[in-house]
């Protein structure tokens, strides 16, 4: 089944969905859908027996900065039953990213939806558990964004990590460039 055939049977379970096919680089199957119809979507691809993606193997987001939408929310599921798979992406502009939590219909979203808040601090609404997993409890910021100061002499509150100034930053990146010309 294409991506074409997907969503002829997702605009059936959900007529009001807002869905697009999405070009992708692999043979998956990839929609894009809006951030208001997930939970009405996420049930109908769980519930419905001619779609029945009942695993939800991956659940991670992408920073496109300076774009807006600036996020892409980003689904891998699973449909044991008719050996198929499908990539759902949601776009989220930068200064409201919020999504409502899938781990009402996928139990396995519950920390996979934790590490994504943690690392690019998209929160997803009705979350049981929304602390940090991956980072220290008293981290700010969210390091996976793009504009996040990576390498910048920072004053360091849990562990001593490497940590350079501006200016040597750009040193070491001159120094590797030249480095790799003379090879």
Partial sequence: MDTVDLLALLREAAPTAQLEDAPGVDLQPTIY????????????????????????????AVDYWPRE????????????????????KVRLHGDDARIATASDVWP???WLE????DLFGIVFDGHPDPRRLLMPEDWEGFPLRKDYPVQVKLTPRTTEPLQVT?????ANLTKDRLSRDQA
């Avoid at 939408?69 to 759902?88: G, N």
């Avoid at 934790?114 to 808040?117: L, P």
């Avoid at 501006?166 to 750009?170: L, S």
Wanted: aromatic share 8%.
């Fill in 33 to 60: 859908a809006a951030r208001d119809d997930m939970p009405e979507l996420t049930r109908a691809l769980r519930d419905r027996p001619e779609l029945a993606f009942t695993l939800l193997i991956e659940l991670t």
């Fill in 69 to 88: 939408p600036r996020f892409e929310v980003v689904y891998l599921l699973v449909s044991i039953t008719h050996r198929r798979r499908l990539r759902v």
């Fill in 108 to 110: 396995a979203a519950n």
């Fill in 114 to 117: 934790r590490e994504v808040w």
């Fill in 166 to 170: 501006e200016e040597e930053f750009r």
